[in-house]
């Protein structure tokens, strides 16, 4: 397509998806659930279908010469196909929060005030790779009764195609417009320079891939943006702590899974437990090949433990800002609790944060004066996602002050507006 042919393409899709909302605003809890389960039982049905589409993408990434981790992630495994089906079948047995009426309060002069949780109406969605964000994106818009514009990377096209098909299929199994859920199919990245300036039909873009997609879209939308940028986010270890707690919890924010954004990449200890926690998280760090990167403190006290295999370096001044997403921590000790949060509040991405404490009034200290979207007492900041909260599924991370904050699920889709119900009340 030209250009002139992919604004137009996009513009039709924009009005498609516009007209489509008001319908699955209205749609019943039923009705919505119906086609939820009804696309669980397509993905199951199609996993053959949906082998071929996907091989075609996976051999063109392999002649690419796509890095291997980019095409794990381009896989849809039985596993993945069957992850997507419970996930939809999950948010079926949800309980539907559109039309929820909350805080209804009868005012002096009669009438009764309230607000209602209503969906936004169109939000569009630009991913990279994974294609079973597909799945997650739709289904989490079936839910929340908002129609949605996917635009997936080009890498995995052919996959992206054959899901949102299975979508169109449940979409109209229930009864519901089939434009309720639409993939973008051109792979054109012009498409995405439509997508994210038509105010008149898409209410809010939300970005899911690297910084570089990330600082793309929010920098040329001209719709508002849910999205988080980095994700450096710390544990701290307070004098006092269970030092066995904080080595296991610590361990597992770092080394469960490297690449999340919800991973630890910075290690504060206090200086009180320094001697006595460093060295016995330094022996895990080696053994699992991590490299520390110390402040001089840190750094005496871990080279002094005389851990074997220890790959301990000196931390430069970026290192405090760093999302590593790979086997490195930044580690520094601090004085305690208040140079703590101020390097956090300093240096962190705002994303998620964790206090392996004791200390009761240090803990609710943390959780009140920590500026983050997530922040936890002696857990694992690998909990920082949409389904360890409840929440059914997770479209993504918000780091931003407005609507939604922190992991984004069918709540996160929706706004409030407020309703008054009245009986002939006239205002003097």
């Not at 009705?31 to 199951?44: D, E, F, P, S, V």
């Not at 291997?68 to 069957?82: G, N, Q």
């Not at 909990?383 to 997770?394: I, T, V, Y």
Request: overall charge negative; charged content about 20%; proline content about 4%.
């Amino acid at each position: 397509m030209n250009a002139s042919n992919i604004a137009d393409y996009m513009h039709g899709v924009g009005r498609q998806a516009k007209l489509a909302s008001a319908l699955m605003a209205a749609a019943q809890a039923a009705t919505k659930n119906q086609a939820l389960r009804a696309l669980a039982a397509l993905l199951r049905a199609s996993e053959a279908d949906l082998a071929r589409a996907n091989a075609l993408d996976i051999a063109r990434a392999e002649a690419n010469g796509l890095a291997a981790p980019m095409v794990d992630r381009l896989r849809l495994t039985p596993k993945v196909i069957e992850t997507c089906a419970q996930g939809c079948e999950q948010l079926a047995g949800m309980a539907d929060v559109i039309g929820e009426i909350i805080g209804m309060k009868q005012q002096p002069s009669g009438i009764r005030v309230g607000q209602m949780r209503v969906p936004i109406g169109v939000f569009g969605m630009i991913y990279e790779s994974r294609p079973n964000v597909t799945i997650e994106a739709a289904s989490l818009a079936i839910k929340s009764g908002n129609a949605c514009v996917l635009r997936g990377g080009s890498e995995a096209i052919e996959s992206n195609k054959a899901l949102a098909k299975l979508v169109r299929e449940a979409l109209l199994a229930a009864g519901l417009p089939e434009h309720g859920v639409q993939l973008v199919e051109t792979t054109d990245r012009a498409a995405v320079g439509q997508l994210i300036a038509m105010p008149a039909f898409v209410d809010v873009i939300i970005p899911r891939g690297g910084k570089g997609l990330i600082e793309r879209i929010s920098a040329e939308a001209k719709v508002p943006v849910i999205k988080h940028l980095d994700g450096n986010c710390h544990s701290y270890v307070d004098d006092p702590c269970d030092i066995a707690l904080a080595v296991r919890v610590v361990e597992n924010a770092k080394t469960q899974k490297y690449s999340p954004c919800n991973a630890t990449e910075s290690l504060l200890v206090a200086q009180g437990v320094a001697q006595a926690f460093l060295p016995r998280m330094a022996a895990v760090f080696a053994a699992k090949g991590v490299e520390m990167r110390c402040d001089p403190q840190a750094l005496a006290i871990v080279q002094a433990a005389g851990v074997a295999q220890l790959q301990a370096v000196p931390a430069s001044e970026a290192d405090w800002d760093e999302e590593y997403l790979a086997p490195i921590i930044a580690v520094k000790v601090v004085a305690g609790l208040d140079e703590a949060i101020a390097h956090i509040n300093r240096h962190g991405s705002h994303h998620t944060d964790a206090i392996l404490t004791k200390d009761h009034r240090h803990a609710q200290r943390f959780l009140r004066e920590v500026d983050s979207a997530s922040v936890m007492v002696n857990t694992s900041t690998r909990f920082a996602d949409g389904f360890e909260f409840g929440l059914g599924a997770e479209i993504g991370i918000s780091t931003d002050k407005f609507h939604a904050r922190g992991p984004v699920g069918i709540e996160g889709l929706t706004s409030l507006k407020y309703v008054v119900l009245g009986d002939g009340e006239v205002r003097q």
